[in-house]
């Protein structure tokens, strides 16, 4: 019971973090049917800068809590993830607004592949510790004093989340920015007809979704204590795969994608080395009795395979129901 | 047709430039030998990569579908030319038995990806590939365990040379007072495959086949209205990708002589599709002239930009492996927006993306 927990609070705090990047996809695909591949690259520049904002004012001596400098390096972190979205936007996306949709795609690739080795040059080849400046304290979720925890951090990132999630369904439900984002998404013609700007509201969306990347992206580094130059590819792919497991271009897919797809990484992760152990056979087969006399794990699958959950999960929902679990309130877009 | 090879209408011409380009092929690794045998191996190389470019090219190229996880095909291609022929099982089956077992379990795996993305579009298809080879590259590196397949990231070494009686291709030889190393004979058996996977690709171009591909790749809806069955075409497509992809693997494991999980990463993947780009999606020489260049451009790269810098510097800032991949970067991304048809565009690709593009 204790380990089921476990993976539960692990894994809700892992699909609050997709969420987040999640809504960085699903927002661009609503309004320009476009998958911005280089996104998981914003989330990992957004890291990488608040790693060196961390470590600068850590080694200055600066007198300040743990926690506002976390949220200073959240602050410089967020202008310069945005910057980079509006460049992305502007220099590869625009003019191929109309273009046949490979060509989008394979500009997208090429600047993931700029962008990650823009970073490799500024920061380095090699994994980088993310300062553990937050002292971390688990809170027991049982009366068992080795059974499941929460930590401070973790409660952190999952409010954190849920807070940027409900800001963001504010700005696009509740605001005049966000009805213009929602007309774009319906009929971009209509919505310029009714004088509203279509490059600006697709470069806000785009900016709104490298903000949200780059706290993604502070979240991931502090959680996993760790920041390299190639993180961005996995967590922007697994982000895509929860964008497409709620519903593409749906708010509120992205965020019940992402929690979902965590949870059943962290409970897939957890159990699947236990479920393919082959010694659960070895009264059938005397070979595996031999051999699990001296190694009671004799597992198929381990918990090396965690990474492909995600992409079955992918693969899966794209067979059986493309337009995703939430996909078909097409108004709903945004 | 191609001006160079223009048979009908200037025959004499053709005839002279076909004899000029053999003779300049087969004196090349003798050439090559002379500055350096690595040259040898990195022209081995580019052609490998010719051929992984051309299969891709069907799948990319000629059917319009955007495969990201092609090396995997290649990665399944090594691997069962490695497990087949290797201390490893300890099984040494001869290669003409092992490459077509290479490319049917490749093939078999195309047909897998294939058969569950068919209804996608291109987009998601994209992501979708890109997904396969990562699963693919997760399962070479773990399946060591509970039974050791693949020796995980160790992975295979000390992997059988191709062999044909006696005749060696690892050792050096001299026949007929020539003496030819183990990379020049690789080289001129890479370079007659590469000239029968041109000639098949530029036979399947004008096929049915190659037709019915043009046609989904342009419009599936009106393609399946004019009665290609659209879904075994698709198919077909995947498959022959594949294959190609897994004989080109058969052959870099044999020349290699060790493969790991790490040759079968996915910029691997974006590499051979920049090359399709660079050359012209869809045009055979365009293809082949996009391989090339990439292949070599680490190389002229470590002979330019290592000097320039230090001699500018004083010392290395930059790794002429990270300018390599900037400038496959800024390849794709300038290629698109201003020559999207590529270097050598196919008459009809160029004027799909020109007219569309105007069209809006």
């Known amino acids: ?334 | 047709m191609h001006p160079i090879l223009d048979l009908r209408h200037r025959p004499a011409a053709a005839l002279v430039g076909l004899a000029l380009v053999a003779i300049v092929l087969v004196v090349l690794p003798f050439v090559l030998t002379g500055i350096g045998t690595f040259w040898v191996r990195i022209t081995n190389l580019a052609i490998l990569f010719c051929l992984l470019a051309l299969g891709l090219n069907i799948v990319v190229g000629f059917a319009g579908l955007l495969d990201l996880g092609y090396i995997a095909f290649y990665a399944v291609g090594a691997y069962t030319y490695a497990l087949l022929a290797s201390p490893h099982f300890g099984l040494h089956l001869p290669f003409w038995v092992i490459l077509p077992i290479g490319a049917a379990v490749a093939c078999f795996f195309g047909v897998i990806l294939g058969a569950p993305t068919l209804k996608l579009r291109g987009d998601y298809l994209a992501i979708v590939t890109l997904g396969f080879g990562e699963i693919i590259r997760i399962f070479l590196n773990n399946l060591a365990q509970p039974v050791n397949i693949t020796n995980g990231p160790q992975g295979i070494a000390r992997i059988d040379p191709f062999r044909i009686g006696d005749l060696s291709f690892s050792t050096t030889d001299s026949i007929a007072g020539l003496t030819f190393t183990g990379p020049m004979k690789y080289y001129y058996l890479l370079l007659v495959v590469l000239i029968a996977v041109i000639a098949i690709n530029l036979r399947l171009q004008d096929s049915r086949i190659g037709r019915a591909w043009e046609a989904i790749r342009e419009d599936e809806v009106a393609a399946r209205a004019m009665g290609i069955n659209t879904r075994n075409m698709k198919l077909l497509a995947f498959a022959m990708g594949a294959s190609f992809g897994g004989i080109s693997g058969g052959m870099f494991s044999a020349i290699q002589g060790f493969i790991s999980p790490e040759s079968f990463v996915l910029v691997e993947s974006i590499m051979v599709l920049s090359m399709v780009v660079l050359g012209g999606m869809g045009n055979i020489w365009g293809v082949v002239i996009g391989a090339v260049l990439l292949s070599f451009a680490p190389e002229i790269l470590r002979y330019t930009v290592e000097p320039a810098q230090r001699m500018m510097f004083g010392r290395t800032l930059l790794d002429p492996e990270v300018i390599r991949m900037l400038l496959f970067g800024l390849a794709l991304v300038l290629m698109m927006l201003f020559r999207p048809a590529g270097i050598l565009p196919s008459a009809l690709r160029k004027r799909e993306l020109e007219t569309r593009r105007s069209a809006g």
């Open chain 1, 1 to 334: 019971m204790d380990t089921f927990l476990q993976q539960i609070v692990n894994g809700l705090t892992l699909g609050s973090i997709y969420a987040i990047v999640a809504l960085g996809y699903t927002m661009v695909y609503g309004i320009v049917q476009l998958i911005n591949f280089a996104h998981g690259e914003v989330v990992m520049i957004g890291a990488l800068t608040a790693y060196s904002v961390i470590v600068a004012l850590t080694g200055a001596q600066v007198p300040l809590p743990a926690v506002a400098i976390v949220l200073v390096a959240t602050m410089v972190a967020i202008p310069v993830c945005m910057a980079v979205g509006y460049t992305l936007e502007r220099t590869a996306y625009r003019p191929l607004r109309r273009a046949p949709r490979l060509a989008p795609l394979i500009t997208a690739i090429g600047l993931s592949i700029i962008l990650q080795h823009l970073a490799l040059i500024v920061w380095s080849r090699n994994p980088l510790p993310y300062p553990q400046i937050i002292h971390t304290v688990p809170y027991h979720l049982t009366g068992n004093p080795n059974g499941a925890t929460i930590t401070n951090v973790q409660i952190a990132i999952v409010v954190t989340s849920v807070a940027m999630m409900a800001g963001l369904v504010t700005l696009v439900y509740r605001t005049k920015l966000g009805i213009a984002m929602r007309a774009v998404a319906q009929n971009p013609s209509i919505a310029g007809l009714m004088g509203i700007d279509n490059n600006r509201v697709i470069a806000l969306t785009f900016v709104i979704g490298a903000g949200l990347g780059a706290v993604a992206g502070v979240m991931v580094g502090s959680y996993y204590g760790i920041a390299h130059y190639q993180m961005g590819f996995l967590l922007g792919l697994k982000a895509f795969s929860a964008a497409v497991l709620g519903g593409i271009g749906n708010l509120a897919g992205a965020m019940l994608g992402g929690l979902l797809l965590g949870v059943i990484e962290a409970l897939g992760a957890g159990y699947v080395g236990d479920l393919t152990n082959l010694c659960q056979l070895s009264g059938w087969f005397d070979a595996l009795k031999v051999r699990c006399a001296t190694d009671p794990n004799v597992t198929l699958f381990g918990s090396n395979y965690q990474d492909v959950f995600a992409f079955i999960v992918l693969i899966l929902v794209l067979v059986f129901r493309p337009s995703g679990l939430l996909g078909e309130r097409v108004s709903d877009r945004a």
